[in-house]
């Protein structure tokens, strides 16, 4: 079974600085995989999909992930954090029959 | 476009109540899937109807159903609540035509159970 597993459950960094958010996927064909934000008391927003046309892939609010086969990883990045982007981010793959497989998703924190 | 819409907000019932849970798909979309996500996790598929009928189930006791209607509409019904089944529930829509499965989430419906 499909199986998503995001590295730490807290990111910090400072305003202007890098963001990384890691995601490794457990299958060996490379699904379709997706990353959400969630705002407090929000339901989930789609930030980008990947969906095998290209490997880098474009998102909104300045967000892109890359996806690697080799490492079956997508992680997402946004070169320099904006306070507003303080919120849950969750990996998410597709689990067969239209449903989502979760990570336990990744708060991150952004100091001025 | 109209997105997807759930109803309550938020819900306080007692162990053993029933309770109803509403959502509105998407305009154009066909198919509703439903997500517990309890405090701190992330969401787990309950599970998925399309035309009206269950298309896939996570692992979920039965007492957790659910309907769909043929405005695309959808409601989560559950039985004999337990304590455990306080979560957020997170219903989705999104178009069964589309290669990858793109699904737009509602607000959700905080349920809180006493």
């Known amino acids: 079974a499909q199986s998503v597993t995001q590295l730490g459950s807290h990111v910090s960094v400072s305003e202007g600085a890098l963001v990384l958010l890691r995601c490794n996927y457990s299958?060996?064909?490379?699904?379709?995989l997706f990353w959400y934000v969630q705002y407090p008391n929000q339901g989930l927003q789609l930030l980008l999909k990947y969906t095998s046309a290209a490997t880098l892939v474009k998102g909104i609010n300045g967000f892109e992930a890359e996806f690697k086969k080799s490492e079956t990883s997508f992680h997402l990045t946004k070169p320099s954090a904006h306070m507003s982007d303080a919120a849950e981010y969750f990996c998410a793959a597709e689990g067969g029959f239209q449903k989502l497989v979760f990570g336990t998703g990744t708060r991150l924190l952004v100091s001025p | 476009e109209t997105g997807v819409t759930q109803s309550p907000t938020h819900l306080i019932k007692t162990r053993g109540q029933q309770v109803t849970l509403r959502c509105s798909s998407q305009s154009g979309h066909n198919t509703v899937s439903w997500y517990q996500q309890a405090l701190g996790q992330g969401p787990q598929f309950i599970f998925q109807?399309?035309?009206?009928?269950?298309?896939g189930r996570g692992n979920f006791p039965p007492r957790f159903s659910g309907l769909q209607f043929p405005n695309y509409s959808s409601e989560l019904n559950v039985n004999a609540l337990e304590l455990d089944d306080s979560a957020l529930y997170l219903c989705?829509?999104?178009?069964?035509?589309?290669?990858?499965?793109?699904?737009?989430f509602g607000p959700g419906t905080r349920l809180t159970v006493l």
């Open positions: 109807y399309y035309r009206e009928e269950e298309n």
């Open positions: 299958s060996s064909v490379p699904p379709y």
């Open positions: 989705a829509s999104s178009n069964s035509a589309s290669s990858y499965n793109e699904q737009v």
